[in-house]
Antibody, heavy 121, light 110 residues
Framework: QVQLVQSGAEVKKPGASVKVSCEAS????????ISWVRQAPGQGLEWMGW????????NYAQKLQGRVTMTTDTSTSTAYMEVRSLRSDDTAVYYC??????????????WGQGTLVTVSS | QSVLTQPPSVSAAPGQKVTISCSGS????????VSWYQQFPGTAPKLLIY???KRPSGIPDRFSGSKSGTSATLGITGLQTGDEADYYC???????????FGGGTKLTVL
């Protein structure tokens, strides 16, 4: 069965960086992309970006351009998401989600369990 | 402020039907497929509806989706207390070149 297992909670100081991992299993990693979605406390879902599992192409949300980097390691079927220059409003649960897309449509069909990132001095 | 507009909350009695609306524009809902996600407190979202009206395996047919113009609707019939959750619509926005989510709707089954 498809599973996405994320790394554990992190506490960071403002200005620091955080890197969250998402290990995939149960499917061919290179056949699907991975999106990252975050959710601030008590708030809705915010799409952060997407990375191709096939060739590493990326598409980042404009709001996060320059502060976020998404990468993959196909040898371990793991996706990574790094946010730099952390601010207090980056405090959120970060989710990875598998993207299934074909013929002009796509969806987030499997999700990781989430990783809480707390930014506090 | 979300690009897609959902009502903050809806409620209905057990056994009844409820609909949740999601309003957008021609750059998102009007020209792209809509998906819906269910999220229980403290857990990850779960895909409920994709391609406007398709259900993934395992999702009961009490859940349905539709789209008309620049709006989409999630319908839930035979409401159960276990359906109490937050529901989010999502789609691709061609102008932003980004996925966008609705602000979410909290469903209360009275």
């Amino acid at each position: 069965q498809v599973q996405l297992v994320q790394s554990g909670a992190e506490v960071k100081k403002p200005g620091a960086s955080v890197k969250v991992s998402c290990e995939a299993s149960g499917y061919t990693f290179t056949s699907h992309g991975i999106s990252w979605v975050r959710q601030a406390p008590g708030q809705g879902l915010e799409w952060m970006g997407w990375i191709s599992g096939y060739n590493g192409d990326t598409n980042y949300a404009q709001k996060l351009q320059g502060r976020v980097t998404m990468t993959t390691d196909t040898s371990t079927s793991t996706a990574y998401m790094e946010v730099r220059s952390l601010r207090s409003d980056d405090t959120a649960v970060y989710y990875c989600a598998r993207v299934t897309q074909y013929l002009g449509t796509s969806r987030f069909d499997y999700w990781g369990q989430g990783t809480l990132v707390t930014v506090s001095s | 402020q979300s690009v897609l507009t959902q009502p903050p909350s809806v409620s209905a009695a057990p056994g009844q039907k409820v609909t949740i609306s999601c309003s957008g524009s021609s750059s998102n809902i009007g020209n792209n497929y809509v998906s819906w996600y269910q999220q229980f407190p403290g857990t990850a979202p779960k895909l409920l509806i994709y391609d406007n009206n398709k259900r993934p395996s395992g999702i009961p047919d009490r859940f349905s989706g539709s789209k008309s113009g620049t709006s989409a609707t999630l319908g839930i019939t035979g409401l159960q207390t276990g359906d109490e959750a937050d529901y989010y619509c999502a789609t691709w926005d061609s102008s932003l070149s980004a996925w966008v989510f609705g602000g979410g709707t909290k469903l209360t089954v009275l």
